[in-house]
């Protein structure tokens, strides 16, 4: 048997350090299916965490609150696309406070502003994909609807449809192979095209028996959607709508090991950070846990990190305790709570298996994103490192470090870049994914577990 050294080390399997885990986070992933299958878009993320944070003692903070008393819970709803959890810690906001960040938009299909057409008798509606995506992975598999649409008197209808079983699904159609010569000459990033993720909606027309409709197809998937929810056509131009995989939240092996969902990257790390804020009770520190929208198309609009209505919240907060938010600022750290591509074998000539994250090794401490010679990362200074590692060795969290791919192959970013340029101590934390972007995700229910002990481990730090 080769000696273990004394100087080296490796990153290891979480069973080999916490043999004892695994009936905890086969149990904590429970509630994280059940999560997931009910907040596949960033409106119904929001619903469900203010739903849990009210039955979990949190107020919606507003200009009433003159006082932070330690231990106070507030919450602050960001049109409802992206929301803030705060818990008032002893210590004052001058020493800082523990922020952790992540987002709830995922990559998927959004309608277009004029969506509904014909085509040979068969109606559609066209798309226009948001974040990431291979387009090529969208066609052929069940798709649901979501999102809100205004009528012209000013009332709304939010629609849910296709995640029951009993309700119609949607899908995008693709050639057979037999015809596809053409289209196997293409490369794999136009396999599928942009406009061509057009969303099969209908193919019965309405029956005029005095004389012929025009488009009847459409005028009859027209008069279903007036029928159930009151909408016309132009209405569309008043709307939100989304498509994402009609999938649910499951067990995959036969270990049961790890769980397949859409939409993990990145609703994997905000219901850890979730769970651990509500466990978080009178902190030294004040905890600030955000759930934030955009990050998917580089955080812009007044939803994401671009914004400043995170900033402006912490600005009403020190106003109420009298001090200066850039005190609070250099004295605070942040944990970009997002994920990070896991290793894998089947594709590893895209890693550097050395500094690549892998599933069942425990939190992801990820130092630097970006592209090429870390273009637009946040990277994380030594001293941070080294407070977020200690922190987590006390806390028996397992941790490993990860990077995003080889050097010159790709790259990505987060939000810790818009946090760290307001002088706060930055660092990536997070689960490792396969099949990132895809939808269907991979996680490990042992990395899930040890990100919500990491998350807790921090917000209770003092």
Same mark, same amino acid.
């Given at each position: 048997?080769?000696?273990?050294?004394?100087?080296?080390?490796?990153?290891?399997?979480?069973?080999?350090?916490?043999?004892?885990?695994?009936?905890?986070?086969?149990?904590?992933?429970?509630?994280?299916?059940?999560?997931?299958?009910?907040?596949?878009?960033?409106?119904?993320?929001?619903?469900?965490?203010?739903?849990?944070?009210?039955?979990?003692?949190?107020?919606?903070?507003?200009?009433?609150?003159?006082?932070?008393?330690?231990?106070?819970?507030?919450?602050?709803?960001?049109?409802?696309?992206?929301?803030?959890?705060?818990?008032?810690?002893?210590?004052?906001?001058?020493?800082?406070?523990?922020?952790?960040?992540?987002?709830?938009?995922?990559?998927?299909?959004?309608?277009?502003?004029?969506?509904?057409?014909?085509?040979?008798?068969?109606?559609?509606?066209?798309?226009?994909?948001?974040?990431?995506?291979?387009?090529?992975?969208?066609?052929?598999?069940?798709?649901?609807?979501?999102?809100?649409?205004?009528?012209?008197?000013?009332?709304?209808?939010?629609?849910?449809?296709?995640?029951?079983?009993?309700?119609?699904?949607?899908?995008?159609?693709?050639?057979?192979?037999?015809?596809?010569?053409?289209?196997?000459?293409?490369?794999?990033?136009?396999?599928?095209?942009?406009?061509?993720?057009?969303?099969?909606?209908?193919?019965?027309?309405?029956?005029?028996?005095?004389?012929?409709?025009?488009?009847?197809?459409?005028?009859?998937?027209?008069?279903?959607?007036?029928?159930?929810?009151?909408?016309?056509?132009?209405?569309?131009?008043?709307?939100?709508?989304?498509?994402?995989?009609?999938?649910?939240?499951?067990?995959?092996?036969?270990?049961?090991?790890?769980?397949?969902?859409?939409?993990?990257?990145?609703?994997?790390?905000?219901?850890?950070?979730?769970?651990?804020?509500?466990?978080?009770?009178?902190?030294?520190?004040?905890?600030?846990?955000?759930?934030?929208?955009?990050?998917?198309?580089?955080?812009?609009?007044?939803?994401?990190?671009?914004?400043?209505?995170?900033?402006?919240?912490?600005?009403?907060?020190?106003?109420?305790?009298?001090?200066?938010?850039?005190?609070?600022?250099?004295?605070?750290?942040?944990?970009?709570?997002? @994920?990070?591509?896991?290793?894998?074998? $089947?594709? #590893?000539?895209?890693?550097?298996? =050395? %500094?690549?994250?892998? *599933?069942?090794? +425990?939190?992801?401490?990820?130092?630097?994103?970006?592209?090429?010679?870390?273009?637009?990362?946040?990277?994380?200074?030594?001293?941070?490192?080294?407070?977020?590692?200690?922190?987590?060795?006390?806390?028996?969290?397992?941790?490993?470090?990860?990077?995003?791919?080889? @050097?010159?192959?790709?790259?990505?970013? $987060?939000? #810790?870049?818009?946090?760290?340029? =307001? %002088?706060?101590?930055? *660092?990536?934390? +997070?689960?490792?994914?396969?099949?990132?972007?895809?939808?269907?995700?991979?996680?490990?229910?042992?990395?899930?577990?040890?990100?919500?002990?990491?998350?807790?481990?921090?917000?209770?730090?003092?």
């Amino acid at each position: 048997m080769a000696r273990k050294s004394e100087y080296a080390s490796e990153y290891e399997h979480i069973l080999k350090s916490d043999k004892n885990c695994l009936k905890a986070a086969q149990e904590f992933c429970e509630g994280y299916k059940k999560f997931m299958d009910n907040s596949k878009t960033e409106r119904e993320c929001v619903n469900t965490i203010i739903k849990i944070a009210e039955e979990n003692g949190y107020k919606e903070f507003s200009n009433n609150v003159k006082s932070l008393k330690a231990g106070t819970k507030l919450y602050v709803n960001n049109r409802g696309k992206s929301v803030v959890l705060i818990t008032i810690g002893k210590e004052s906001l001058e020493k800082g406070v523990n922020f952790v960040i992540s987002h709830i938009d995922s990559p998927r299909l959004d309608l277009k502003p004029n969506p509904i057409y014909e085509s040979d008798e068969i109606s559609y509606f066209k798309t226009h994909y948001y974040g990431g995506i291979k387009k090529y992975q969208w066609p052929t598999i069940p798709l649901s609807m979501h999102g809100r649409i205004f009528r012209e008197d000013g009332s709304f209808v939010d629609i849910s449809l296709g995640e029951k079983d009993d309700e119609p699904k949607f899908v995008i159609t693709d050639l057979l192979p037999h015809l596809s010569a053409e289209q196997f000459n293409r490369n794999l990033r136009e396999g599928i095209k942009g406009e061509e993720l057009n969303i099969v909606i209908g193919s019965i027309p309405i029956i005029d028996l005095d004389e012929e409709v025009k488009n009847a197809v459409k005028e009859n998937t027209l008069k279903i959607l007036y029928d159930t929810y009151k909408i016309k056509e132009k209405d569309f131009a008043r709307a939100e709508i989304e498509f994402v995989p009609a999938n649910k939240a499951v067990d995959i092996g036969f270990d049961r090991s790890m769980i397949a969902a859409y939409g993990q990257d990145d609703k994997v790390c905000s219901y850890t950070a979730l769970i651990a804020e509500i466990e978080n009770v009178n902190p030294h520190k004040t905890s600030v846990t955000v759930f934030s929208d955009k990050e998917e198309v580089m955080s812009e609009g007044n939803t994401g990190m671009v914004s400043e209505y995170l900033f402006n919240i912490m600005e009403d907060l020190a106003d109420i305790t009298g001090i200066k938010t850039r005190e609070c600022y250099k004295n605070s750290i942040c944990l970009s709570s997002d @994920v990070n591509s896991a290793y894998d074998p $089947t594709f #590893a000539d895209v890693f550097e298996k =050395r %500094n690549s994250s892998f *599933i069942n090794h +425990g939190v992801v401490l990820t130092k630097y994103t970006g592209h090429s010679g870390k273009v637009g990362s946040n990277d994380a200074s030594a001293e941070t490192m080294a407070k977020v590692i200690k922190l987590m060795d006390d806390r028996n969290v397992v941790w490993q470090i990860g990077e995003l791919g080889k @050097v010159d192959i790709g790259g990505g970013g $987060t939000v #810790a870049k818009y946090v760290s340029r =307001r %002088n706060i101590d930055t *660092i990536d934390v +997070g689960v490792a994914v396969l099949s990132m972007h895809s939808p269907y995700e991979l996680t490990s229910k042992l990395d899930i577990y040890h990100t919500y002990l990491a998350y807790k481990a921090f917000l209770l730090n003092d």
